[in-house]
């Protein structure tokens, strides 16, 4: 299962909020605080917690649609949570393959996860087998530096143009980076932009689909659904620029 951090460790004068954090799913908790009382809370939640409220609330609602029952959705998604040195992160697979990769709490996850449910008619069962074992096996491999292309197979969703622009990002060898305006060029529509980079952002498997891997074109790093720190994190192992025995 998905790791849920306990709020046990927060100061008893958020004991409060924290009840209606551990009941309520929504991310209206701290409206009846001062601007400086939110402030101090974030920052007592982050220290003490180890992520925002708002990434708590996140993991709260990612969980409970993995334990929600899908009526008239027959076919088994295999699920399990693999921990990294850059966080947790949740991994699903349908009857093909690896169709979802994300780092626990991330914006796009719920949404992910529903679309993910909804492509493949699906319960979602947390299990190990022959697959989840690969997966972990490969990412432990690949933050010890010693991994650069994986045997998991894939499972992609999403429509035809979102499949070609992924596709496309399984063409940039580890340890380079393309921008966005390559890529488009890549696919023959170097107009094709914006459409390449909302594509990149609706890559529902981090790493194994190195969306990670196209920058801006003045070379500065952009979005990344998991964070630019991690999407720093990741490129820097990559070029040997970080001790993998940190990791």
Request: hydrophobic share 40%.
């Amino acid at each position: 299962m998905i790791t849920l951090p306990s709020l046990n460790r927060l100061p008893s004068k958020w004991n409060e909020i924290r009840e209606r954090l551990e009941t309520d799913f929504s991310t209206g908790f701290d409206e009846r605080l001062t601007g400086h009382e939110a402030k101090q809370f974030e920052q007592d939640f982050i220290d003490r917690i180890g992520c925002a409220p708002e990434e708590y609330v996140r993991i709260r609602r990612a969980i409970r649609l993995l334990e929600t029952r899908y009526p008239d959705s027959p076919n088994e998604l295999t699920v399990a949570a693999l921990a990294t040195p850059l966080g947790e992160m949740l991994a699903v697979f349908g009857g093909k393959g690896l169709c979802l990769l994300e780092f626990v709490g991330q914006k796009q996850l719920e949404q992910e996860i529903t679309a993910v449910q909804k492509a493949l008619h699906g319960q979602f069962i947390f299990q190990e087998n022959e697959q989840t074992q690969l997966l972990r096996q490969e990412l432990d491999l690949y933050f010890q530096g010693r991994l650069k292309v994986f045997a998991t197979p894939l499972e992609m969703i999403g429509t035809a143009f979102q499949q070609q622009v992924w596709n496309a990002l399984l063409t940039i060898p580890y340890g380079e980076t393309r921008s966005y305006k390559e890529q488009a060029q890549q696919l023959g529509n170097p107009k094709a932009v914006r459409a390449v980079a909302a594509a990149n952002g609706q890559n529902k498997v981090s790493i194994l689909i190195p969306c990670h891997r196209v920058i801006g074109s003045d070379g500065k790093l952009t979005g990344y659904a998991g964070g630019l720190n991690r999407k720093q994190s990741l490129l820097a192992l990559e070029r040997g620029e970080v001790q993998t025995a940190l990791f």
